[in-house]
Nanobody
């Protein structure tokens, strides 16, 4: 299984970006998936996750109401729409797949076993 994140870039505060994560293999639809981020000098933190069926998204409080996670199992793809971006959203963003088939959403990074390479998001005026 390989995950490939893309869509990062530089935007001004208040701007928007849409991240994508393309997954290889045929088992993408069996697993919950999520987005994490890591800012310089900080630990990797949970951003959002979505169930294998795409029905139940869950967000960190810091992004709730601004970010939307979605998935398209027919394309083995995961997305993160980020609106009203703030400077504190600056980080490398990673997509990840849970380590349990049909497992529930989890917020701990150790609950995910496959990771994308990361895409840089910079929010600055």
């Amino acid at each position: 299984v390989q995950l490939q994140a893309s869509g990062g870039g530089s935007v001004q505060p208040g701007g928007s970006l849409r991240l994508s994560c393309a997954a290889s293999g045929r088992t993408f639809s069996y697993y919950a998936t999520g987005w994490f981020r890591q800012a310089p000098g900080k630990e990797r933190e949970f951003v959002a996750a979505i169930s294998w069926s795409g029905i139940s998204p869950y967000y960190a409080d810091s992004v709730k109401g601004r970010f939307t996670i979605s998935r398209d199992n027919t394309r083995s793809a995961l997305y993160l729409q980020m609106n009203s971006l703030k400077p504190e959203d600056t980080a490398v963003y990673y997509c990840a797949r849970r380590n349990s088939r049909y497992g529930e959403i989890r917020v701990g990074a150790d609950e995910y076993d496959y990771w994308g390479q990361g895409t840089q998001v910079t929010v600055s005026s």
